[in-house]
């Protein structure tokens, strides 16, 4: 069973879709579409009648709303039916994170335990978290946030009975590790990147890891407009396949500090 993920041209390359009721990653740096990626597949799956809950630990609700609409997903005529639910996260998290991660308050069975709550009273069939990044305490080491990030991820896995997507961002030196644990405990690993070609900003979308699907890893180009993100037609002749020294997605170009017009 299959999950279609929302993204033109994407379902083709992983079998039509994401394995259902498993844990998906998108990760990225700013700006490469992390966001925009979640919120078409919710928008996705409310097409197909599939109720759906996003998440948002980094975005205002209301802001998450105007975007879609930009984007042409009536993500606002599905919170008015009862099909949709936007949770706002930051304030318990940031309450909880507070308490300092060695207290309760950042109890990994207990963020799934909410969670559940929320999807069953829905009858979810998807959720977003936009970015479980911020989900992991800040004083926490390397070692305990993956214990505590496995024991996000398999809770949900376990109890949602819903296709998970999680979004986290790629930092440089990060000491927690957050998204190389992730890739390590989800079933499917899907990369955005920033990337400079011929002296300009190309958006490229690396496929690294779906489990249960025939896929070859490689970099695909991306491109965005008004309708969001789609992989970009004629896939064969934008491919990379890893080979050394002959990727035809150059190295990720410096990360700006003001944020692009991309959710």
Same mark, same amino acid.
């Given at each position: 069973?299959?999950?279609?993920?929302?993204?033109?041209?994407?379902?083709?390359?992983?079998?039509?879709?994401?394995?259902?009721?498993?844990?998906?990653?998108?990760?990225?740096?700013?700006? *490469?579409?992390?966001?925009?990626?979640?919120?078409?597949?919710?928008?996705?799956?409310?097409?197909?009648?599939?109720?759906?809950?996003?998440?948002?630990?980094?975005?205002?609700?209301?802001?998450?709303?105007?975007? @879609?609409?930009?984007?042409?997903?009536?993500?606002?005529?599905?919170?008015?039916?009862?099909?949709?639910?936007? &949770?706002?996260?930051?304030?318990?998290?940031? @309450?909880? $994170?507070?308490?300092?991660?060695?207290?309760?308050?950042?109890?990994?069975?207990?963020?799934?335990?909410?969670?559940?709550?929320?999807?069953?009273? &829905?009858?979810? $069939?998807?959720?977003?978290?936009?970015?479980? *990044?911020?989900?992991?305490?800040?004083?926490?080491?390397?070692?305990?946030?993956?214990?505590?990030?496995?024991?996000?991820?398999?809770?949900?896995?376990?109890?949602?009975?819903?296709?998970?997507?999680?979004?986290?961002? @790629?930092?440089?030196?990060?000491?927690?590790?957050?998204?190389?644990?992730?890739?390590?405990?989800?079933?499917?690993?899907?990369?955005?990147?920033?990337?400079?070609?011929?002296?300009?900003?190309?958006?490229?979308?690396?496929?690294?890891?779906?489990?249960?699907?025939?896929?070859?890893?490689?970099?695909?180009?991306? *491109?965005?407009?008004?309708?969001?993100?789609?992989?970009?037609?004629?896939?064969?002749?934008?491919?990379?396949?890893?080979?050394?020294?002959?990727?035809?997605? @150059?190295?990720?170009?410096?990360?700006?500090?003001?944020?692009?017009?991309?959710?």
């Amino acid at each position: 069973m299959r999950s279609s993920t929302g993204i033109p041209g994407l379902d083709a390359l992983i079998d039509g879709g994401f394995p259902a009721h498993r844990a998906i990653l998108v990760c990225g740096g700013p700006g *490469t579409g992390k966001t925009t990626f979640a919120l078409q597949f919710i928008g996705e799956g409310l097409e197909r009648g599939e109720p759906g809950i996003f998440v948002s630990l980094d975005e205002k609700p209301r802001h998450l709303i105007q975007d @879609a609409a930009r984007l042409g997903l009536p993500l606002e005529a599905a919170l008015d039916s009862g099909t949709l639910a936007v &949770l706002d996260a930051a304030p318990f998290f940031t @309450a909880s $994170r507070g308490k300092g991660w060695g207290r309760p308050g950042v109890d990994a069975r207990q963020v799934a335990a909410d969670l559940v709550q929320q999807v069953r009273r &829905l009858g979810a $069939r998807r959720l977003a978290i936009d970015s479980i *990044t911020t989900l992991v305490p800040p004083d926490m080491d390397g070692g305990h946030a993956h214990d505590y990030l496995r024991a996000v991820v398999q809770s949900l896995e376990d109890n949602l009975g819903c296709t998970l997507l999680l979004t986290c961002r @790629a930092r440089p030196g990060d000491p927690q590790a957050t998204c190389r644990s992730l890739r390590y405990l989800t079933s499917g690993v899907i990369e955005l990147r920033l990337s400079r070609r011929d002296d300009r900003l190309v958006r490229a979308l690396r496929l690294l890891k779906m489990r249960g699907t025939a896929i070859e890893p490689a970099d695909y180009d991306l *491109t965005i407009d008004a309708a969001g993100l789609s992989v970009q037609e004629g896939v064969e002749r934008s491919v990379s396949r890893f080979t050394p020294r002959r990727r035809s997605v @150059a190295a990720a170009a410096p990360q700006s500090s003001d944020r692009p017009a991309v959710v």
